[in-house]
């Protein structure tokens, strides 16, 4: 299987080939310089799973004999007034069918929010960085490497993404029943 990834970034491509040798066995993973022409720092859900979306399709279309274009893409949004960072793995086969992914999500440091909101920086690695006295932090664990001593990285958030853009995949039979996509979202649930 040939992984086209739509990142130049270590820590992404690393998750992403490990969540794919452990689905699929030895894929030849491809990396690909791919943009978004999305902010620097995506904010909010729908510009962080664009973001993935057009790093997969790029890749895709890049390298060739690709059989799955995957983007990475970490980005931050809004709960109440906290701000969690996520990561958004999507995928783009070959045959057209598309899936995304989450990671699990952190709450962002209040200081380093406040410092994007007021536009002392333009992605959260500047921040980090400065704050830190790290160089290029997210090629090299991420923030939350260092928020949680070493425990979880940013590989391993990329990894877990990846697993769950992996599911439709790995399940294709449930995942292309015919399921009308709409009959969900559409649905109103009762609060309780």
Do not use: W
């Not at 895709?60 to 109440?80: I, W």
């Amino acid at each position: 299987m040939r992984v086209c990834v739509g990142t130049r970034n270590p820590s992404k491509i690393a998750g992403v080939g490990r969540a794919f040798r452990e689905v699929f066995g030895e894929p030849d993973i491809v990396s690909v310089e791919a943009s978004t022409r999305i902010p620097p720092q995506p904010i909010g859900m729908s510009v962080i799973v664009e973001g993935a979306r057009r790093r997969a399709l790029e890749a895709l279309g890049r390298a060739p004999g690709c059989d799955v274009g995957v983007g990475v893409e970490a980005g931050l949004y809004l709960l109440g007034d906290r701000v969690f960072d996520v990561q958004v793995v999507y995928l783009v086969a070959a045959d057209g069918s598309e899936s995304l992914g989450l990671s699990p999500s952190f709450m962002v440091p209040e200081p380093f929010a406040r410092a994007l909101a007021l536009g002392e920086a333009r992605e959260l690695e500047e921040v980090v960085d400065r704050h830190f006295g790290t160089s290029d932090v997210g090629s090299k664990g991420g923030l939350i490497k260092l928020l949680t001593r070493s425990l979880v990285t940013r590989e391993d958030l990329t990894y877990y993404a990846t697993l769950m853009a992996l599911v439709p995949l790995m399940n294709r039979e449930l995942y292309s029943a015919g399921a009308d996509r709409s009959s969900l979202a559409s649905r109103k649930y009762p609060l309780q």
